[in-house]
């Protein structure tokens, strides 16, 4: 990843599609002197995404897609990239699939967190699959995306232990707590 020259930040859109959590903490560490980002758009899938008051309270140019033809809705938003020349892209808790040319688009460029020690339990509801198994560990993963879910190079990870008392609730808000020191530090990692 290229490195950081003089003082300005690389331009980062934030995609979500729910409550928005991690990308509050990214939009406050793109505050910090020492961040390699800044936080210039926001774009979600449903404009039922509680996350997208963070973009009105921060003053972040926002955009909702509800299309249902997202193959269509990804050549639009990648016209918008373009437009604000948006260099790097984090993806927080945005459930839609990037197509394989959208991802190609921004080759290398497109890191998620994901709420499990991947590779163990790529797509949904990993912190009960965890407790299911039996799991001594669960955690937290900052990955690049590829075409393949949940499988590109992993940045970075947080590993916690799982105590008897946890259950899908408990875990993944002791989870999300490390999510939000995971995501800065990963991105901390890529630009260093
Ligand atoms: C986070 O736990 C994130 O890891 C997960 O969704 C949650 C979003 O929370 N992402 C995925 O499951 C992606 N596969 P947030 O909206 O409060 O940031």
């Known amino acids: 990843m290229e490195k950081l020259t003089g003082l ?17 903490n990214i939009i406050k560490f793109s505050k910090l002197k020492k961040s390699p980002i800044s936080i210039d758009l ?12 963070y973009a009105d309270q921060f003053k972040i140019k926002k955009k909702i897609f ?9 050549k639009i938003i990648l016209i918008l990239l373009r437009k604000e020349k948006i260099k790097f892209i984090c993806l927080a808790g945005f459930m839609k699939i990037l197509s394989k040319g959208f991802i190609k ?3 290398g460029k497109i890191i998620n967190i994901h709420p ?8 949904l509801n990993t912190h009960s699959r965890a407790i299911k198994n039996k799991d ?3 955690g937290c993963t900052v990955h690049y995306v590829t075409e393949k879910l949940d499988s590109g190079k992993v ?11 946890d259950n899908s609730i408990s ?10 020191k995971l995501y800065p530090a990963a991105i901390m990692k890529i630009f260093n």
Request: charged fraction near 25%; avoid cysteine; aromatic fraction near 6%.
């Open 105 to 107: 688009k921004f080759d």
């Open 155 to 165: 940045v970075m990870q947080k590993k916690i232990k799982i105590a008897a008392s």
């Open 8 to 24: 300005k930040k690389i331009k980062t859109a934030v995609f979500i599609s729910g409550v928005g959590s991690n990308l509050k």
């Open 136 to 138: 001594i560990f669960a």
């Open 171 to 180: 875990l993944s808000k002791k989870i999300l707590k490390q999510e939000h």
């Open 116 to 123: 499990s020690l991947l590779p163990k339990y790529k797509g």
């Open 42 to 53: 926001v774009v979600s899938n449903t404009n039922l995404a509680k996350g997208l008051k």
């Open 66 to 74: 509800n299309s249902k033809n997202f193959i269509e809705t990804e």
